[in-house]
């Protein structure tokens, strides 16, 4: 199982002369559940653009199966899905066409055309709005008419309609009542069934301040000022270790 | 307040200062000769004449200047888009195409908005002679740029983070485009296109009264037949034709979940390129260039235009646009906040319309009953058409202002005068002046019309030119308009940006 996907080699970010990455490294293997943790500011957003390909980094190199980001092409890239901490929602679609446009890399240009006009099939993006609890009559409003935990909804369904084999989600909790974070948690370390035949592993990356869901991951990563200070095994989590990071 | 602060408010108001110097030539050359036919001019206002024969006339002119304004407003509408997306740094950061392909296209643009439509007009009817359908393209020209311009920058507010997250998903670079610029475009449309329809229908009267046809030229013949009671019908007639089409406007809505009328508009869409291409192509096959016999001609034929001319002529185009534009800024404030009661604010707001409604050379030559022609005459025309367009936007600001502070500082005995400029004009200044920043760019521009009519400035010389077929002049002409229209635009453009 130890096949890595994604890897970070002595990355450095900076930002004018601020250094907001310094010198990360980390492997990502395939089927992994991490936790990454970390003060506010401390750069797990910036990470997380790093490894999705938003952010080029200053130095060091990023490796997607193996590959430079420049190497791969476009399918290959979509592998990777997102959900971002200030969500990044298109404010004039409504709810289903923000999900639909989760499905805009697997299909063409004519179904991006049908779901603007909204004459696009919703079925599929309805079928993940009902997983994120959402309800029908939240489907075709538009984003700016939701409330803070249906948009991080949407912002979860359009991600999960991916159906991608790796997930990175920034603080995707917030703004969600205790009932859905288990849900959501559920939903996000869930394995995907995109062939129907065979649970193909999922490897996912969740920032997170809450430490009371750390259970259901296999991996820590704590980073503090831009530095990996620790990554270990949930079980080898000491209180130390998070005293050196918050 | 005894010393004068330069503040907004402050800087509203000292471009009347203009008001001295063209006050001065205007009182040299008033002349009496004209007083009764100025008067009959006005008399006729409220006696236009109408009868079954110019009643068809009226519906017959009007219908042309309808076709001329609305189609050129479809063509120009959908390609000013169309650029517009070409033109937007979203598509060059989506295709990663290199940025200054996207400079030069601008700076193309930035050439072909300098030139206003009755220039493009003129030339294209000289070198194919009158016809309707110059009408539509000579609008069209400016028009697509200006659109494409304000296209652009209506898909430069798209958020980076909604591109970073749409690029992520990795679609294919048109979906996501096609995404992202889905509901800008649509806004622009709503916000910003249904109005330029107004502004096409008033190009087409102007052009008119160069003789394109329409409801312009027949107010052109009306006047220099001094036939005022006609005159007034037409104007009137036509006043009610962009009340009308205001009113309806307002009351469309645009339902873009409506999939019958979305499919409509897509089909529209689409006729419209295709009729435009295929006219295009027969337009540039079926024409003989009759008097624009080669391109050869640009560079034989001798120049008349000394430097010294030429350097006056451009000289009297920007004092021209400078004191056109003195009045447009300070003259409604000034009348507005002088006349300050409720039945002065009527009289002024339909004088203010009828500045409006008229186009510039009929005031012009309104003007020129009882005065001979000078560089100012020109300048109070079209100080005093673009003051009745500020003075609309001054109106609507002042009227949804909140009104508490002049209401406070009434009841505290602070005069009524006092109270309106410090409690709701000082408010509106800023706003205000910027605006006026974006509407001197347009009278650089229009400083064409009236210097055809007016003599005066390279309008002038454009015309004279053109008449003796002198190509080369026509160029230099041209080159030197766009480049004072261009520096013109750089300078407001800084202090647009200092403003907001
Ligand atoms: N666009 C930006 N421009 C400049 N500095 C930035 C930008 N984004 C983040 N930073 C800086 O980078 C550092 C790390 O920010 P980042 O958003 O990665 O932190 P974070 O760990 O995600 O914090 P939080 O838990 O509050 O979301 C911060 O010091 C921040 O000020
Ligand atoms: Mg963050």
Not at chain 1, 167 to 183: G, Q, S, V
Not at chain 2, 192 to 204: K, T
Request: proline letters at 2%; one cysteine or more; glycine letters at 6%.
């Amino acid at each position: 199982m130890n096949n890595t996907v994604l890897e970070l080699e002595n990355i450095s970010y900076k930002y004018k002369n601020d250094l907001i990455l310094n010198k990360i490294n980390l492997k990502i293997n395939s089927g992994e559940k991490i936790a990454l943790l970390g003060k506010s500011g401390s750069g797990k957003t910036t990470l997380i653009s790093v490894l999705n390909g938003t952010i080029k980094p200053t130095q060091g190199e990023v490796k997607l199966f193996n590959k430079s980001f420049e190497e791969l092409d476009r399918k290959q890239k979509s592998k990777i899905t997102t959900i971002w901490q200030d969500l990044r929602l298109i404010e004039d679609l409504s709810a289903e066409q923000n999900v639909n446009c989760g499905l805009l890399a697997e299909n063409n240009f004519y179904f991006a055309f049908k779901n603007l006009l909204n004459i696009s099939s919703f079925k599929k993006a309805h079928k993940y709005m009902k997983l994120c609890r959402l309800h029908n009559f939240i489907y075709d409003k538009k984003i700016r008419k939701l409330s803070g935990g249906q948009k991080q909804r949407v912002a979860i369904a359009r991600s999960l309609i991916q159906e991608s084999n790796i997930l990175l989600a920034d603080e995707p909790f917030n703004n969600l009542d205790p009932k859905l974070i288990t849900t959501i948690k559920n939903l996000l370390l869930e394995n995907v069934d995109k062939n129907k035949t065979k649970k193909s592993p999922k490897t996912v990356l969740v920032a997170l301040h809450r430490l009371d869901l750390l259970n259901d991951f296999d991996k820590v990563i704590g980073i503090r000022d831009g530095k990996i200070f620790f990554n270990i095994k949930r079980n080898n989590l000491k209180k130390i270790h998070l005293e050196k990071i918050y | 307040m005894n010393k004068l602060k330069l503040n907004y408010t402050s800087l509203s108001f000292l471009p009347i200062l203009v008001c001295i110097p063209l006050g001065y030539q205007l009182i040299n050359n008033i002349h009496f000769g004209g007083f009764k036919l100025f008067q009959e001019f006005l008399i006729s206002a409220f006696n236009p004449k109408i009868d079954n024969e110019i009643i068809i006339t009226v519906i017959k002119r009007l219908n042309e200047t309808i076709l001329i304004g609305f189609f050129s407003w479809l063509v120009s509408i959908i390609f000013g888009a169309i650029f517009g997306i070409f033109s937007s740094n979203i598509f060059y950061k989506i295709f990663n195409i290199p940025s200054f392909i996207y400079v030069i296209i601008r700076f193309f643009l930035t050439i072909i908005r300098s030139i206003h439509e009755v220039v493009w007009g003129i030339i294209l009817m000289q070198i194919y002679g009158i016809n309707f359908s110059i009408g539509i393209i000579a609008i069209c020209i400016p028009y697509i740029a200006v659109n494409t311009k304000v296209f652009a920058e209506q898909l430069e507010t798209i958020d980076y983070k909604s591109f970073e997250s749409i690029n992520q998903i990795n679609a294919p670079k048109f979906s996501s485009l096609l995404t992202l610029i889905w509901n800008p475009i649509i806004n622009t449309f709503k916000n910003f296109g249904l109005y330029r329809l107004e502004c096409s229908i008033r190009s087409a009267v102007i052009l008119g009264l160069f003789g394109i046809g329409g409801i312009g030229t027949s107010i052109f013949l009306s006047f220099q037949t001094l036939n005022f009671r006609e005159l007034w019908t037409y104007l009137w007639s036509l006043a009610i034709l962009i009340i009308l089409s205001g009113l309806i406007f307002k009351k469309i809505k645009f339902n873009t979940t409506n999939k019958i009328l979305s499919i409509f508009f897509i089909v529209v869409f689409f006729l419209t390129i295709l009729f435009s291409f295929s006219y295009f192509l027969y337009f540039i096959f079926n024409n003989n260039f009759e008097n624009f016999n080669s391109v050869s001609s640009l560079f034989k034929s001798s120049l008349d235009l000394g430097l010294f001319d030429f350097l006056k002529l451009i000289l009297e185009t920007i004092i021209l646009s400078l004191l056109s534009t003195g009045i447009a800024i300070s003259l409604p404030p000034l009348v507005i906040g002088i006349f300050n009661n409720n039945s002065f604010k009527i009289f002024i707001k339909i004088f203010a319309f009828l500045l409006r409604l008229i186009p510039t050379p009929v005031i012009l030559l309104t003007l020129l009953t009882f005065n001979n022609p000078s560089l100012s005459l020109a300048a109070l025309t079209l100080g005093l058409h673009n003051a009745g367009i500020t003075s609309k936007l001054l109106f609507t600001n002042l009227d949804i202002q909140d009104k508490r502070n002049y209401i406070a500082m009434k009841s505290l005995g602070i005069p009524k005068k006092t109270s309106w400029l410090l409690g709701l004009f000082s408010q509106q200044a800023k706003s205000y002046l910027a605006y006026c920043a974006y509407r001197s760019d347009i009278i650089i521009r229009e400083t064409a019309i009236v210097g055809v009519i007016g003599s005066v400035g390279l309008g002038w010389q454009l015309q004279e030119s053109l008449s003796s077929f002198a190509w080369q002049e026509v160029a230099i002409v041209l080159i030197a308009y766009s480049s004072i229209a261009i520096v013109g635009e750089l300078i407001n453009g800084k202090i647009k940006n200092s403003l907001t």
